[in-house]
């Protein structure tokens, strides 16, 4: 074979190979929505794959020769598409988006080197961005919701942590001129000399008052610890007979409950051995006891009854008041519910005494009595036989 035999067979290896690769780039632009294109130095189409893209039934041969301000027209002027190829022209890469057909392609540009590393012109790849842009608008939006929800979320739990650390300061300040007033109250009590015959309704009905405000305070001060789990128990855990804490609860009580003409009947006849905090407990059953006072009328019964069950003690409270409608049933033990019409009491003094029940591993629960009221139920779990003076089989008060 002669040279010029050899010479034509290699250039139609060369053609051959060329046409692969360009139908591979065509393939490849197609699958990926792209547009793949070069220019000479004077900013004429060398080659283009894609341009369909950009006006849809015009050949990419329509492009061939033809420099990109004959293509682009009056146009060009207000593009990034020319300033683009010129700074390529320069040996940077440059970067656009365009829009066209109804598209958005994002571009980018480089400069086209030969062997020498010289620029010869531009080579040029668009990729239609026109779905992803949207979805990618979305994703950012749905971040900075994000953004926008943690920050709020960390707002409200600083201003949060601000409130009870103030709920709390003010809480045991006014613990303080309470604890001094009932004991200067205690002292009057005691002695009646000054004292005149209008002067003993006065002092009863400053102990009530001040008996009223203890408990809101003490709810106040249990409800910002317990209620958001915040707080250890006051004291460790110790044995300890049930009744004793029921007849401590009573004792500041018991004014007020003959004051208002109620009889209190405790049936204690056996001990209630558990486990817990003597004072975290005297006030779940003085709010339970508050509860059957402040809600029921003159002249009505509390019922007081404890025993043992298997594994448990169990202690119930019933009153004969108006009972509890339906719908207030449903949020009977969440904090400032308040029941019946004069809404009396801080609102927080079944939370509050749930929540020290259940942090003694009990249950506190209610059940409609028969005819009218309401009895209160708590269970805590029972330990082994504690010492303790026998109760009282039935007491009334």
Not at 42 to 69: D, I
Not at 363 to 388: C, K, N
Request: with cysteine; glycine share 8%; charged share 20%.
């Amino acid at each position: 074979m002669c040279w010029r035999s050899r010479r034509a067979a290699a250039d139609d290896q060369v053609r051959a190979a060329l046409q692969r690769s360009e139908a591979s780039l065509r393939l490849l632009a197609a699958q990926l929505s792209a547009i793949v294109w070069t220019t000479d130095a004077a900013l004429r189409v060398t080659s283009v794959v894609g341009a369909t893209q950009l006006q849809p039934g015009r050949p990419p041969e329509w492009y061939l020769g033809k420099t990109l301000h004959a293509i682009l027209g009056a146009e060009a002027a207000a593009l990034p598409i020319i300033p683009a190829h010129q700074r390529a022209l320069k040996g940077e890469a440059a970067q656009y988006e365009h829009r066209a057909a109804g598209r958005i392609f994002a571009a980018r540009v480089q400069p086209l080197r030969d062997q020498q590393q010289g620029v010869l012109g531009c080579l040029g790849l668009a990729l239609d961005n026109t779905e992803r842009t949207p979805a990618e608008a979305a994703c950012q939006a749905a971040e900075q919701r994000l953004v926008a929800r943690r920050l709020e979320a960390e707002r409200l739990a600083e201003r949060e942590r601000a409130r009870h650390e103030l709920f709390s300061s003010v809480s045991h300040d006014l613990r303080t001129p309470l604890t001094a007033a009932r004991a200067a109250l205690g002292l009057l009590e005691t002695t009646s000399e000054g004292l005149g015959p209008g002067d003993h309704p006065l002092l009863d009905n400053a102990r009530r008052n001040l008996e009223r405000l203890r408990l809101l305070v003490d709810d106040l001060i249990a409800a910002n610890q317990l209620l958001v789990g915040a707080a250890p128990l006051a004291s460790a855990p110790v044995p300890l007979d049930l009744r004793t804490v029921v007849e401590a609860a009573i004792a500041p009580l018991a004014a007020l409950i003959a004051r208002r003409g109620q009889t209190l009947v405790r049936e204690l006849p056996m001990a209630l051995p558990v486990r817990g905090d003597p004072a975290q407990l005297e006030q779940a059953v003085s709010n339970l006891l508050a509860n059957a006072h402040y809600h029921t009328g003159p002249g009505t019964r509390i019922d007081l009854a404890g025993w043992q069950a298997p594994g448990t003690v169990r202690l119930a409270i019933r009153d004969d008041g108006p009972g509890i409608t339906p719908e207030l049933a449903a949020t009977l033990f969440q904090p400032l519910q308040r029941l019946g019409e004069e809404a009396v009491g801080s609102g927080l003094g079944l939370a509050v005494a749930r929540a020290i029940v259940e942090r003694h591993g009990g249950r506190l629960w209610y059940e409609p009595a028969p005819g009218r009221g309401v009895t209160f139920s708590l269970a805590l779990p029972s330990i082994s036989d504690v010492r303790s003076e026998p109760g009282p089989s039935s007491e009334h008060s």
